[in-house]
């Protein structure tokens, strides 16, 4: 009971002191967490609702300030990273200055759901030249070392990012 008490103290300082810190579930949700946002461009990602219930509908909202080509990666609490964009139902990946894209943009033949596992999920950004292709961001997503991997794609392409984290519940 002392110790439930404690951990309940401990936890309300927390909330209190505003901390929106998260547990990371594995090394990839880690590692993307703490990456750096590259600064070679500044990136805006939003939400309408960042808790959500399994088979409810996303939309995410991204902007930058630089154009290039738009990369959506997801890490979820099965520590899976995902690119969820471009994807097969909407390949063109461009972004314009100023101009924000919706994702899914209502227009297209795909849509985003929460889904199982629950937990928290996130969502990142990455918008980088126009030289970048598919294959640096799959190889980016299938390194077993995440953050050596970002570091390298710094110094070989420039890019910009955004994170936020959704929570999906039953």
């Known amino acids: 009971m002392k110790k439930l008490i404690m951990l309940l103290c401990v936890a309300t300082l927390f909330c209190l002191a505003g901390c929106a810190q998260y547990v990371a579930v594995g090394p990839n949700w880690r590692a993307l967490y703490d990456a750096p946002d590259g600064g070679a461009a500044r990136v805006s990602l939003s939400t309408a609702k960042e808790h959500l219930t399994v088979g409810e509908k996303m939309a995410f909202t991204v902007e930058s300030d630089k154009s290039g080509k738009l990369w959506l990666i997801t890490v979820g ?58 294959e640096d961001v799959r190889e980016l997503l299938m390194s077993p070392d995440f953050s050596k991997s970002m570091e390298l794609r710094r110094e070989r392409f420039k890019y910009g990012l955004s994170k936020l984290v959704v929570t999906v519940t039953r």
């Open 77 to 134: 609490p099965d520590d899976v990273k995902r690119l969820v964009f471009p994807n097969r139902y909407s390949s063109d990946n461009s972004i314009e200055w100023g101009k924000p894209v919706q994702l899914p943009d209502g227009m297209e033949s795909w849509s985003l759901r929460a889904s199982e596992p629950v937990g928290n999920n996130l969502v990142v950004a990455i918008v980088t030249g126009r030289d970048a292709g598919v």
